[in-house]
């Protein structure tokens, strides 16, 4: 079976064309990890970019790599008509039995429905609902994206939802729908988990309202006197936005706080390795990738009974979940990680991650639902 799989390259939103080797969401990625343990899909990866790279021609023995350049006009404002065309012109040259679009936020799922070949997609973040939740301005990305969204479900032959809340979000517009969580890189399973000392809580994320960081640190005033810990930021913080400016100032007003801005994941490895805990305030989530992977790392986690993540972690059998609009309920998770770390159900979240996000594994739940599509559609 071939399958087309449309997926951002990197390179091209963080502008690295010297770059010879793409890279991907963490997501995608892993997904690819777990492809090339099966030999009898013939993959081909296909991202735009808006400046002409080098790149391989193959990323595993099974997995092409097709990198198209479109100029400026064709992106976002134009609807990013540019990429479509280019995208169809590539495909009709590959003839995939299936177009597979990865996230509704840019080009990859206007052009997987507008192919010409079955097609499913892949919601990572639910943008109708971000939007909401950032109170998106008229025109803004995060509105633009959410409209982009609202037009591609309806037209797809399925959507792979990573999340049952997700799959709550657009069963109404959807054909067909699948709760398939996203798969955890293979490395994550071989870090050995050593605490450092003093203990060290990671909260992971770019700063935003969305990742409510903010009242984090407001609720941790009140245990910080009576436990000596550090509690460390990873993620993007834009100064450009009034929420990250009073971040970065509540930070520097803490010694307890520690800011390290963005890590890339073999950053993290070494971050989770000696992490006592991680928690995820998120006030709206979807199936977030670092919550797997602490797991996966036998790293114990405390998060937001909010969006996809009690899909993920059970209360008390594989972390901890609290209310991130109660500031007493996040201490009260932070406090329980420092005095009982948590470590029976980190061993039981090791081995339900194994289970259920291993990249092989989520590999095959992708083959079954091609097979599924193809059979339906008659092909």
């Not at 790279?53 to 790599?65: G, Q, R, T, V």
């Not at 301005?137 to 982009?148: C, G, N």
């Not at 591609?152 to 969580?181: F, H, M």
């Not at 420092?338 to 029976?344: A, I, R």
């Amino acid at each position: 079976m071939k399958i087309a799989l449309l997926t951002t390259d990197n390179r091209e939103p963080t502008r690295e064309y010297n770059k010879t080797v793409p890279w991907f969401g963490t997501a995608p990625t892993s997904l690819l990890q777990g492809f090339a343990k099966l030999p009898g899909l013939e993959v081909h990866v296909v991202s735009c970019t808006q400046r002409p790279m080098k790149s391989p021609e193959k990323l595993a023995d099974n997995i092409y790599f097709h990198s198209l350049t479109v100029s400026r006009i064709g992106w976002m404002r134009t609807g990013y008509l540019g990429c479509i065309r280019a995208i169809r012109r590539k495909l009709q040259e590959i003839k995939p039995d299936m177009v597979h679009g990865q996230g509704t936020e840019r080009e990859c799922a206007l052009s997987a429905v507008f192919s010409g070949y079955p097609n499913v997609l892949t919601i990572h973040g639910n943008m109708r609902l971000i939007a909401k939740v950032n109170r998106a301005r008229p025109f803004s990305f995060y509105w633009l994206a959410a409209k982009l969204e609202t037009l591609t479900l309806p037209r797809t032959d399925g959507i792979v939802c990573i999340s049952n809340y997700t799959q709550e979000a657009v069963r109404a517009l959807a054909k067909k729908t699948w709760v398939v969580p996203n798969a955890v890189d293979d490395s994550f399973f071989e870090i050995s988990s050593i605490p450092a000392s003093p203990p060290r809580i990671l909260c992971v994320g770019n700063v935003d309202q969305r990742k409510n960081q903010n009242a984090l640190i407001r609720a941790l005033d009140e245990i910080q006197e009576g436990h000596d810990f550090e509690l460390i930021f990873l993620g993007q913080a834009y100064s450009r936005s009034a929420y990250a400016r009073e971040f970065l100032e509540m930070v520097t007003t803490r010694p307890w706080c520690r800011y390290r801005g963005f890590v890339d994941r073999d950053g993290l490895k070494q971050q989770l390795a000696t992490a006592t805990g991680l928690i995820l305030p998120s006030l709206e989530d979807n199936c977030p990738m670092v919550l797997l992977e602490a797991m996966a790392a036998g790293v114990p986690v405390a998060a937001a009974c909010v969006g996809g993540i009690p899909d993920l972690v059970r209360q008390d059998e594989t972390g901890l979940l609290f209310d991130p609009l109660n500031p007493p309920a996040m201490a009260a998770a932070v406090r329980e990680l420092l005095e009982n770390s948590g470590q029976t159900r980190a061993i039981r979240a090791k081995k339900e991650a194994h289970a259920r996000f291993h990249s092989e594994i989520i590999a095959r739940q992708h083959e079954a639902i091609y097979r599924e599509v193809l059979s339906s559609s008659g092909n």
